[in-house]
């Protein structure tokens, strides 16, 4: 078991790199357009990116999404990753912890991010399923959560939702029943706030109204359109030999709520929760698109993931022009500040508009375009 957890994690990433896990979605980013101002009245220099989260002030509204740790080999990726999150002040998370919880041995390949980066936001994470008993383990208890926690120095708890990555892996846990009431119990007693994770299947309308019940203090709202968990199962279940939960891999690669379709639902449902939108961001542009539809902070995994694979030289190349590409859109919709453009209008159109508008949320839609123009905000 120890060693199948070690295994996994250095599987992962391979397959990641190696691999093509994307599952892009017809509702995407390309759906959200942002109303261009011809005269900005924005320096380019003098845009906040700045954003509160938890509590704490990041530089950019950008989190180093939760990738990995557990095995020697990927501890560098971590130690690349922290160097960022230090550098320009973003939130960053590591990896499922329970590999360290069940060696703690392990602990160094995800304590190296806090050794590294000794003031960032970092966020520790543990998953659902292994919150509630399966066949194979007993239920981490809040004690565990704790631990994970101190291991990195957390200022806060990511718990990934991965139901669907589960059924996809050959030795997956397939038991749900109780995760909700355990995640209460976790939110209420770990001591830092708690962020519910989706990993790819996204988070609607009637699930965000139940994690907000429970007490998160976050949503990552974690949708299609981007890495896809159950493609990456799918290979390492072909690997072994495992035809029919390859098939399950496949068939479902696509499956879930598409990103922004997730942000948009998931505010609704708990107006106020600081929103994470990761799933398929790829540009600073998707970025812009996030923070109109009520993003609070943008989430990327593997954009990420391949350029620490490289070289620290790397991410910077990377989140400089992503940062860039996110100022232009920031200038050309007249936003000086991120709260700024949370308010920009933004009309959504195609498979967005028609999920969106099917589930009854027409006059958010007619809302979000109408922005401002009723009583337009001078010109900054
Ligand atoms: C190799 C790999 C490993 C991952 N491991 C975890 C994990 O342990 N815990 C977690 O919450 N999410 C995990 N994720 C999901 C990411 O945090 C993120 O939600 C996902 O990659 C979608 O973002 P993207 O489309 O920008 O890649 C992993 C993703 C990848 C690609």
Do not use: C
């Not at 759906?31 to 011809?38: K, N, T, Y």
């Not at 200038?331 to 500040?337: K, V």
């Amino acid at each position: 078991m120890t060693d199948e957890v070690k295994q996994r994690k250095i599987e992962h990433v391979a397959i990641a790199l190696e691999h093509d896990i994307a599952e892009p979605q017809q509702a995407s980013w390309a759906d959200v357009r942002l109303v261009h101002r011809a005269l900005p009245e924005v320096d380019l220099d003098e845009i906040d990116t700045s954003v509160e989260f938890l509590g704490a002030r990041l530089r950019y509204p950008i989190f180093i999404s939760s990738l990995t740790g557990g095995h020697p080999d990927v501890a560098a990726i971590n130690a690349r990753l922290a160097t960022i999150a230090g550098e320009y002040g973003l939130a960053m998370g590591v990896g499922s912890q329970r590999a360290a919880l069940v060696t703690p041995a392990l602990e160094e390949t995800y304590s190296i991010v806090r050794a590294t980066a000794s003031s960032a936001l970092l966020i520790a994470n543990v998953g659902a399923p292994q919150l509630i008993e399966q066949q194979r383990h007993p239920a981490f208890t809040v004690e565990d959560a704790r631990r994970a926690v101190a291991m990195i120095g957390a200022r806060a708890l990511a718990i990934h939702l991965n139901y669907l990555q589960e059924a996809a892996q050959p030795e997956g846990d397939r038991r749900a029943r109780g995760s909700l009431a355990a995640l209460r119990v976790i939110a209420a007693e770990v001591g830092v706030p708690v962020i519910a994770k989706e990993t790819g299947a996204g988070i609607g309308y009637e699930q965000a109204l139940a994690l907000n019940a429970a007490g998160v203090s976050a949503i990552d709202v974690g949708g299609a359109g981007g890495s896809s968990m159950a493609a990456m199962e799918s290979v390492r279940a072909q690997s072994r030999g495992d035809g029919r939960t390859a098939q399950i891999g496949q068939l479902f690669r696509g499956w879930g709520i598409a990103t922004p379709i997730a942000v948009v639902e998931t505010r609704l449902a708990a107006p106020g929760l600081p929103i994470i939108s990761t799933g398929g961001v790829r540009s600073g542009l998707d970025a812009a698109r996030a923070l109109a539809l009520g993003a609070t902070l943008i989430g990327m995994g593997f954009p990420f993931l391949k350029a620490a694979s490289e070289s620290v030289e790397a991410v910077r190349e990377f989140l400089d022009q992503f940062l860039t590409e996110l100022r232009v859109a920031m200038q050309l919709t007249g936003a000086p500040s991120i709260a700024a453009m949370q308010q920009r209008p933004a009309v959504v159109t195609g498979q967005t508009r028609e999920w969106l508008a099917a589930r009854g949320f027409e006059d958010e839609l007619r809302s979000m375009a109408q922005r401002g123009m009723r009583n337009p905000p001078p010109n900054q």
